[in-house]
């Protein structure tokens, strides 16, 4: 099957033609819950039965900067490795069956995809079931902003691509899961999206990597979920900034704070307050920026959220 090249990296380059078309005003401020009630598990959408093996999907299709949900159950269930788009994702054992979860890049392309699922059985015998699936287009609004002069400088693209490298290396490790409930890092309005194409003084084209909240300076930051600190300090786009490796290749960012509470290393409790809102960077008003990654790809956190995961005890 013909894949585009590797796009957990890449920096999207984005061509003008969205604008001829017209934008879309920026959503208005939703209020969402400041945790999740995950419940009982859901039922499986889909189900590939291959004895002594079932393979599950949580999803029918996956939108771009969407997550998925795997399961793999069976007699003698070792170890679980998935491979979509050209990569391979990494199973967890939790009770008797194992997940995996895999992330879509909001540049993937929108069509049909294969995923292998790899299991190695208690002999070490390795059986492969395959289920086919959809990525489709994502539901990105555009929008226009505009940068004050005085830091008009911060819309260079060689800066967006040092950072997005920088930020590349960071959520790529993959370590054990330390959460186990995920939640919304503020209980504040939601103002811009995850994956808004957004348009800098007319001119400068961007993609929003992540969710933005409405709140005034020094409003307390929560940790989404529990894990290690990967990086805090300073970034020059997104500012006084705080990563956390929550493990299983999932992390969460938080950007423009005003301050930081947490250091490199340092472990984090779930709802841990790690700084303070701010507008440190390229931020023209108070409000935190909200990242979320799997596995090298940013994703969009709110959907995240409300995911029903294994490993939320519900
Ligand atoms: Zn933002």
Redesign the pocket.
Known sequence: MHEVADLRCSVLIWVGIVWVIGWVAPVSAQQLPVTTTPGPPPEPLRRVVQPPFALELFFDDLPQGGVGLVRVLGEGLRSLTLRVFDEEWAGFAVGDAHYALLAVHYSQGARGYRLTAQIEDSRGIFHVIEADFRVTVGNFIRSEATMPYERAALLDPELEQEEAALLCELIAPVTEPAWLRLQLPLDRPLS?PFGEFRRFNEEHLTR?T???FRATIGTPVAAMAGGRVAYSGWLVLRGNYVLIDHGAGMYSGY?HLSQAHVVRGQRIHPGQIIGRVGNSGRSTAA?L?WDAALQGRWVDGVALVGMWLPWSGG
Do not use: T
């Open positions: 811009s929003h992540g969710w933005d950007a409000h920026h």
